[in-house]
């Protein structure tokens, strides 16, 4: 979905996820829908903001927003949602273990040891609600701060995919750069209060100053080697 913010994403959601379940539970032998809904934020303040696609949540937008009849709500409730930030998916230790105690473990010439969970291991850690359902709607909100995986020689690679970024999100994460890297001490923590002036000086230095010539984006500013040493 490409909506600006505020124009109610999270209300499109809640249409799209009540749609699916009260179809998915009165049509039960149809393979179009289904009960099972994944939601992957980008952080922990947005997936706790979207609490209220839980329909037993006390702030629901099912109910708060009437978006369907009386009668249906009990139909929501069998809907299986989970909502996590995309951290989630990292694979992790399961054994924790020291970096002396992984060494003696391992031996001066044995292999590495393999302590990292499985992709299923994972799976079955982030959503357990949804396992042993065949049909599963994933919402990847906030999908345009996803990056591909950064290449490993910037030289020559093909970095024609970052002209589709947006405007705004270059603004954000070059100015994030900026208050962290350039605008505090070494040790200190980063000062929060200059991140609007901030924002308006590179707003103007992106209109006014830079220039890309030769096939280049102004995005490639976030890639290490491409444009960040410059900043």
Sequence with gaps: MTLAT??????????????????AVRRPNSRKF??????????????????????????SYYQSRELVPGDM??????????????HAFKLRERVELSKGGRLLLQGRQGAALDTLETEGQMIQRV??????????????DEAHHCYRAKPENAEGADLIHTGDLRRSTLLFHVTKHLLYTKSRDPGEE??????????????????????????????????????RHGL
């Design 6 to 23: 505020g124009t109610g994403k999270t209300a499109v959601m809640a249409m799209l996820i009540a749609w699916q379940t009260i179809n």
């Design 34 to 59: 289904t009960r099972g809904f994944l939601v992957v934020t980008p952080g922990l303040t947005i997936r706790d903001r979207l609490r209220v696609l839980q329909p037993n949540d006390p702030d």
């Design 73 to 86: 709500l009990a139909d929501l409730e069998r809907a299986k949602i989970v909502i996590t930030n995309f």
């Design 127 to 140: 959503m357990p609600d949804l396992m042993g359902m065949k049909n599963i709607l994933v919402f990847n």
């Design 190 to 227: 980063p000062k929060l209060h200059l991140f609007g002036q901030l924002t308006r000086i590179t707003k103007d230095w992106l209109d006014n100053c830079l220039v890309c010539k030769g096939g280049t984006y102004p995005a490639q500013l976030l890639y290490p080697g491409t444009g």
